[in-house]
Nanobody, 126 residues
Framework: QVQLVESGGGLVQAGDSLRLSCAAS????????MGWFRQAPGKERDVVAA????????YYADSVKGRFTISRDGAKNTVYLQMNSLKPEDTAVYYC???????????????????WGQGTQVTVSS
């Protein structure tokens, strides 16, 4: 059984940092990309960042470039999202997802993902 388990969310002030973790288990992800998505109340779920499990190429939404960093630890089967200089507009439920990476990042973002985590709340106060 494949599981993606997020952790690390919380309540912080604007300008603070948080690191989210996504622990993956149940299969190998060598052909997958792992990504973070977020959904704020009343809004659609949007991609934040993604990383190719093999090779490590990355993708970032424009809104987080320069502030967030995605990384992975193959030995721990874990993907991280380091979030710096947090803003109130970063407040959302953050989800970890895994999907086969077949072509471009834009295609990966748009296609349905095979696996999702349960989400972790990030709240940034002003």
């Amino acid at each position: 059984q494949v599981q993606l388990v997020e952790s690390g969310g919380g309540l912080v002030q604007a300008g603070d940092s948080l690191r989210l973790s996504c622990a993956a288990s149940g299969r190998t992800f060598s052909s997958y990309a792992m990504g973070w998505f977020r959904q704020a109340p009343g809004k659609e779920r949007d991609v934040v960042a993604a990383i190719r499990w093999s090779g490590g190429s990355t993708y970032y939404a424009d809104s987080v470039k320069g502030r967030f960093t995605i990384s992975r630890d193959g030995a721990k089967n874990t993907v991280y999202l380091q979030m710096n200089s947090l803003k109130p507009e970063d407040t959302a439920v953050y989800y970890c997802a895994a999907g086969l990476l077949r072509s471009t990042w834009n295609s990966w973002v748009a296609q349905p993902k095979q696996y999702w985590g349960q989400g972790t709340q990030v709240t940034v106060s002003s």
